[in-house]
């Protein structure tokens, strides 16, 4: 609905006052403006709205002060190749900068296109206008804490994390753990980076600790996956009980198992402190079972291959965990 009344708008006040000119440019402003918005709220909005209209901005001015000096195709072209190096660079910083990048490329190529308003500069100057109508419109918007966007995406982590964890002993394993990264990776993306000194919220904090605990979890279920051990079908489960509870459901009581190998220990302990950190409880996060290794067991090579498959991400997910053998 935003987007749409945010690109009417701007085009229906120009047809009014004989200025369809500029209400295109505005009406391309608020286009770019809610192709990077999102369902949260203002404060998380308005700075991602702001990064990509700040660079569609500059490569409309760019391409429209080249457009009206009358560059020449040399020009043009280098000019492009300029910006074409400056937008890669932007998309290497992450998903805001990707947007970024790719906004100030195609502003600039529309810029040296389209036909200029008079004076050509107004052309730049009206976009971001259409982006503030856009944000103007979602100012009365709020968002429940059950249907928050990060609350949503760390519920999802955790049914992935319960569907890896289903998934144990299985050829299903590494399919599901793909899964699992792409819900770690979301979840990420939402977070903000954490700025020592700088106060944060007690929610951001849950959230933040919630994630890293399911971070430390799956680091300890790939030890799991890879050596093909699965785990009882009431702990696959937990997981997502506590992804019920974080959308505001009852805490679940954690399954009476007993683990009989030390990387099973691993994983219930931090499994444990998961389910801790997320009914708000502190809890210590890295706490890994340090213990000789046994027969049956795992050694401190398991975490390192545990730390390995987790940090690999998707550049190893097209490898299956190996059926151990029998002989």
Known sequence: MRAAVGMAVPLLAGLLFGRLDLGVFAALGAMHATMNDRVEPLRLRAPRIALALAASTTGMLIGAELQYRGAGGLEIGLALTLVGFVGGAL???????????????????LGGGMALPHPWWTAPAMMPCG??????LGLRYRTDVRTDPRTVALADVYRALGGMLAALGTPDGAAARRVLTGRLNQMQDL????????PESERLRWLRRSYEAALGTTEAAAGL????????????????ALARQITGGPAPDYPGWQPDTPSRTAFDTALRAAADTVSGRWAPLDTAARRRPTRGGCGPGCCRAARCATACGSRCAWRSPR???TG
């Open 323 to 325: 059926r151990p053998s």
């Open 225 to 240: 996956l890879w050596a093909w051990r699965p785990v009882p079908p009431e702990v696959a489960a937990f997981p997502a």
């Open 91 to 109: 998309s290497a910083t992450g998903p805001r900068g990707s947007a970024a990048g790719m906004l100030l490329l195609v502003s600039a190529s």
């Open 131 to 136: 982006a503030a109508l856009v944000l103007l």
């Open 191 to 198: 977070l903000p980076p954490s700025r020592p000194g700088r």
